[in-house]
């Protein structure tokens, strides 16, 4: 079994959408939460990151952790065609050095 | 531009060749990796160095060896190339300095053997 489970999808959503993305998880010790985005045929990036449980507000988009279920979201209000591009959710241990990446959703806003 | 950097972009060769591939980063940042990311999307870690100091070795085979010659780059060497290589390959930089280790990632180097 795999420490971070994340559904591949493909996932798709008429523009103006709430999305929903999510990944579970194994092991209890991580401590940090992160999810990138990654256009085609580019690198990923980081879109936002939380530390232990709770909810992080940026723009658009909502990062929410619940350690008790060791399950974590990314929610996108409003979606765009913009936001096309593969998700990907990222922990890590406290002072691990390397984070453990899901294997990714792919999500197509479509105009 | 501050930015990861890699070449080549794309590479294609035939099984049992040697090939390498190049990172710089100027960010200023201590630890680099290397990445291989298949056809499903899926990100595996494959080595980690800080300071030029090997700290991450994830079961890669034999035939991958990075070389760091300072902490600005890491290098990838692959010998005796094979099918199952093929994949994009990403390089990515990171400040350790407590919090999570943003990482920040080169543009990708699509290897394909034929």
């Known amino acids: 079994q795999k420490e971070v489970e994340q559904d591949p999808g493909p996932l798709s959503v008429p523009e103006g959408a709430i999305v929903s993305l999510n990944c579970t998880y194994s092991n209890s010790a991580f401590q940090y939460f992160m999810w990138y985005r990654q256009y085609s045929r580019k690198g990923p990036e980081l879109l936002m990151y939380?530390?232990?449980?709770g909810n992080k507000e940026d723009g658009r988009f909502t990062a929410q952790v619940d350690k008790s279920s060791k399950y974590i979201s990314l929610f996108i209000r409003d979606s765009q065609p913009s936001d096309s591009a593969t998700y990907l959710c990222?922990?890590?241990?406290?002072?691990?050095?390397?984070?453990?990446f899901g294997d990714g959703t792919t999500l197509t806003v479509k105009p | 531009d501050t930015a990861v950097s890699q070449t080549p972009k794309y590479l294609v060769t035939q099984m049992g060749n040697d090939k390498s591939i190049k990172c710089e980063q100027n960010l200023g940042h201590d630890t680099m990796y290397w990445y291989k990311q298949d056809s499903k999307k899926f990100l595996k870690i494959m080595f980690s160095y800080n300071n030029k100091e090997l700290i991450i070795n994830e079961t890669v085979p034999n035939r991958f060896s990075p070389k760091s010659p300072d902490k600005a780059h890491l290098n990838l060497h692959i010998n005796s190339l094979e099918l199952g290589d093929s994949a994009v390959y990403f390089c990515a930089s990171s400040q350790a300095a407590g919090g999570p280790h943003e990482q920040f990632f080169g543009p990708g180097t699509r290897l394909t053997v034929l």
């Open positions: 939380t530390y232990s449980s």
């Open positions: 990222a922990m890590e241990f406290a002072n691990a050095g390397k984070s453990t």
